[in-house]
């Protein structure tokens, strides 16, 4: 199961409530669209972005990617202090940390605005960069590099593919899927001209190689959208004015790449919230909130003021129970948070 990180509920909620705003509308044209189209009018909406600067990822690491002045990094455990432990070079895992290209700059050819897109830039320690190198994300068989590094380095287990991969920690790998596939939508237009190898294919769809995306939306499924990452969606929106739709929507991979790609994408519109969380399904109706599909999950239910007020540890595939006040609320399941709306 994924570990939660920590963050501040109430920042949590602001970025909730700041995302439904607007979110629909930011979204909208991408309604009754699948595969392909969808897609390019993902890529529409994302496209045009502010370029923050490659120097400038170091400042906005502080709102990003940071927690009471300690940097998150997907890559080590190591404790940074973000003001600190920035560097350029290393010799050993701890020494200090750096920009990671999820998407290896040599495969665009170090062009902006790809080079200083925060969505696929990471803070992590400098000496697992430098392993990572600009060898795919993958599976391995290898052994865990081990002390305080994250993730392996070795042949890849992967029926499809056969060399050398980077396979990051259990916790990241949701992260790092939902990262190509904004890199992919992003830039597909831009993709023609970029390095053509196993994991890029140059064209505008899929973009993605078949044991890649495959393997994408495993990640994707398997570790679902967390805290973490919609406080960060919520942070790059403010410099780069522009967001991650498989964050915001994480259903929409399914529809593009995954099982549901031949279905049109929509939006619920009925009296009824009804939120498509990738593997549960969840109504709030008339004051009563079932969730299904569960499997021995946590789940905890949240006024805006961050207080607890229900929670349980699920031991049947089904959930109900009754909010007594109309209003919204955060519901959080294991690592997965969304906003409900009791009417």
Not at 4 to 9: A, N, R, T, V
Not at 12 to 38: H, M, P, R, T, W
Not at 53 to 61: A, F, N
Not at 192 to 208: C, I, R
């Amino acid at each position: 199961m994924k570990r939660l990180l920590l963050l501040s509920l109430h920042i949590l909620v602001f970025s909730l409530l700041y995302a439904d705003v607007d979110i629909k509308n930011y979204y909208s044209s991408v309604e009754g669209k699948s595969a392909a189209q969808l897609k390019s009018a993902l890529n529409v909406l994302i496209s045009e972005h502010t370029d923050v600067g490659y120097k400038g990822l170091w400042s906005i690491y502080e709102f990003t990617d940071t927690k009471d002045g300690r940097v998150l990094d997907i890559y080590s455990t190591c404790d940074w202090t973000y003001s600190d432990d920035q560097c350029g070079n290393y010799s050993n895992v701890c020494d200090c940390y750096n920009r990671e290209h999820v998407v290896p700059q040599s495969w665009f050819n170090k062009q902006s605005p790809m080079v200083s897109d925060a969505f696929h830039i990471y803070p992590t320690d400098g000496k697992v960069n430098g392993i990572r190198n600009n060898y795919p994300h993958g599976e391995t068989n290898a052994s865990l590099i081990g002390g305080k590094a994250l993730g392996k380095l070795g042949k890849s287990s992967v029926e499809g593919y056969s060399g050398t991969v980077y396979e990051p920690d259990d916790e990241y790998k949701g992260d790092i899927a939902r990262t190509y596939f904004y890199f992919v939508t992003c830039y597909e237009d831009k993709l023609f001209g970029f390095d053509k190898n196993d994991v890029l294919t140059g064209d505008t769809y899929p973009s993605l190689t078949s044991w890649f995306y495959n393997l994408m939306l495993d990640w994707h499924r398997e570790d679902p959208v967390s805290e973490k990452e919609l406080v960060r969606n919520e942070a790059i929106y403010q410099y780069q004015k522009n967001r991650n739709p498989f964050i915001d929507y994480p259903e929409l991979a399914e529809h593009i790449w995954g099982d549901r790609k031949s279905e049109a994408f929509y939006f619920t519109k009925t009296d009824v919230e009804n939120i498509e969380m990738f593997k549960y399904d969840v109504i709030v109706t008339n004051g009563r909130v079932s969730v299904s599909n569960l499997n021995g999950e946590q789940i905890a239910l949240f006024d805006l003021s961050g207080r607890m007020l229900y929670a349980t540890q699920t031991t049947t595939s089904m959930c109900e129970f009754n909010v007594a006040c109309k209003g919204v609320y955060i519901l959080r399941i294991n690592g997965f948070v969304t906003k409900i709306i009791v009417k």
